[in-house]
């Protein structure tokens, strides 16, 4: 079956940054299959943060990350990767890989604070 691992969660400082990685396997195709990556703070919704296509030439952010985080993969690997950059508090939240198809990660926790 498919399993998804992320991890690269912790603490970090305001304006730091920080790099997740989702490694997947149990895919057929993994390259043929667009990822994605959700977050949900306490208290809040899941919302998604970003989405890559199967060959990484089209990405889509949220508002919220736009401009500061970066989406990407390496196929060969089975991974993809999320670099976060100028990091705030409100980006605290556990952080969850996703396929297309449904499959989900177990998540990470990322929490911005000094």
């Known amino acids: 079956q498919v399993q998804l691992v992320e991890s690269g969660g912790g603490l970090v400082q305001p304006g730091g940054s920080g790099r997740l990685s989702c490694t997947a396997s149990?895919?057929?195709?993994?390259?043929?299959?667009?990822m994605l990556w959700y977050r949900q703070a306490p208290g809040k919704e899941r919302e998604l943060v970003a989405s890559i296509t199967w060959d990484g030439r089209n990405t889509n952010y949220g508002d919220s990350v736009q401009g500061r985080f970066t989406i990407s993969r390496v196929n060969a690997k089975n991974t993809v990767y999320l670099q976060m950059d100028d990091l705030k508090p409100e980006d605290t939240a556990v952080y969850y890989c996703?396929?297309?198809?449904?499959?989900w990660g177990q998540g990470t926790q990322v929490t911005v604070s000094s």
């Open positions: 149990g895919f057929t195709e993994f390259s043929s299959v667009v």
């Open positions: 996703a396929s297309a198809y449904g499959h």
